[in-house]
């Protein structure tokens, strides 16, 4: 019986497992390396990016207590290795993850509307750790978004952070990794 019990156990977590990989890479979660009738390569299938960014934001707030009535920011993710620089994706990220919130109910602010937030053109909002308190005080935010994306091979790594102003301390943190397809190709390497 007990033996009985813990080969149901494994084989539900097997299933489970398998679940999230199709919820972050969609049904045909495999790479097609095999060819169509024709003798052309089958097209990759596409990585849903929203998808993903609205499972991190699902993450984050899974760990953070916010007040209803207090707005969040939302900055540009920018690239690890540059972090003054960002790229089409992350702005829309950004973009994805300042949806998602307001869709939880969480306030948002739109930075992009307000005349006291300096934005770099091609860039977004991007907010540097001194900027922080001084632009969330201004909103009288009580949490930023704040991330950073890196770039591997075959691989793009995101993380999310949700800060509070005061003191700069991470109230919640969300980590996710994509896989290097032609749509996010796409949005990383602007044409």
Same mark, same amino acid.
């Given at each position: ?5 813990? $080969? ?11 679940? $999230?990989?199709?919820? =972050?890479?969609?049904?045909? %979660? #495999? ?6 009738? %024709?003798?052309?390569? *089958? ?10 960014? =609205? ?5 984050? *707030? ?23 620089? %960002? +790229? !089409? ?5 950004? #973009? ?18 307000? #005349? ?12 540097? +750790? !001194? ?17 950073? =994306? ?6 793009? =790594? ?19 990794? *994509? ?5 996010? !190709?796409?949005?990383?390497?602007? !044409?």
């Amino acid at each position: 019986m007990k033996h009985l019990l813990i $080969c149901l156990l494994v084989a539900a977590s097997a299933l489970g497992l398998s679940g $999230c990989a199709r919820y =972050y890479y969609g049904e045909n %979660s #495999e790479v097609m390396h095999s060819r169509s009738v %024709s003798g052309q390569p *089958l097209a990759q299938p596409r990585t849903d990016v929203l998808l993903a960014n =609205y499972h991190a934001v699902d993450v984050l *707030l899974q760990g953070a207590v916010l007040d209803p009535q207090r707005s969040v920011l939302v900055a540009t993710l920018v690239n690890v290795d540059r972090l003054g620089e %960002s +790229s !089409r994706l992350g702005r829309i990220f950004s #973009e994805q993850i300042a949806g998602r919130l307001v869709q939880r109910g969480v306030p948002v602010t739109e930075l992009k509307l307000r #005349e006291s937030v300096f934005l770099q053109p091609h860039q977004g909002e991007l907010l540097l +750790s !001194r900027q922080l308190s001084e632009v969330s005080q201004q909103h009288d935010a009580q949490a930023v978004v704040v991330g950073t =994306y890196a770039v591997s091979a075959q691989t793009l =790594y995101v993380s999310l952070k949700l800060v509070n102003p005061v003191g700069n301390t991470v109230v919640a943190a969300s980590d996710y990794a *994509l896989p290097m397809d032609e749509n996010v !190709r796409a949005l990383l390497f602007e !044409r």
